[in-house]
């Protein structure tokens, strides 16, 4: 094995309706970097750490991947001072917002 597969930061934006601006805004990278050098550091670990939260949204929303996008990107989360998963994500608060969506599926909040 030659290491992590690379996780492809165009496709995401994609399917994220993101342009490469707001991804690089985001992800806390230069937009060069998205284009020029997508497998670096610090694209693979935004998209990493995105998909584990939407992974977390997606099995709590019932599978609707349609469902769990909108909600990363636009459900104002009252514990986070209203913030988005998306914005927590980029805040590097990736674990917390994964123990909010677990403890969503366990009914203890919501």
Do not use: C
């Not at 610090?42 to 750490?49: E, I, K, S």
């Amino acid at each position: 094995v030659d290491g992590p597969t690379v996780l492809s930061a165009s496709r995401f934006m994609s399917i994220m309706s993101l342009d490469l601006n707001a991804f690089a805004q985001l992800a806390h990278v230069h937009r060069n970097t998205v284009s020029r050098a997508p497998a670096s550091h610090g694209v693979q670990t935004f998209l990493r750490t995105s998909v584990r939260v939407l992974r977390a949204a997606y099995d709590v929303s019932g599978h609707d991947l349609s469902r769990a996008i909108f909600w990363y990107q636009h459900e104002p989360l009252a514990p986070f001072g209203y913030k988005t998963a998306e914005t927590l994500v980029s805040e590097g608060r990736a674990n917390d917002v994964i123990g909010y969506v677990e403890s969503l599926r366990a009914g203890f909040v919501g």
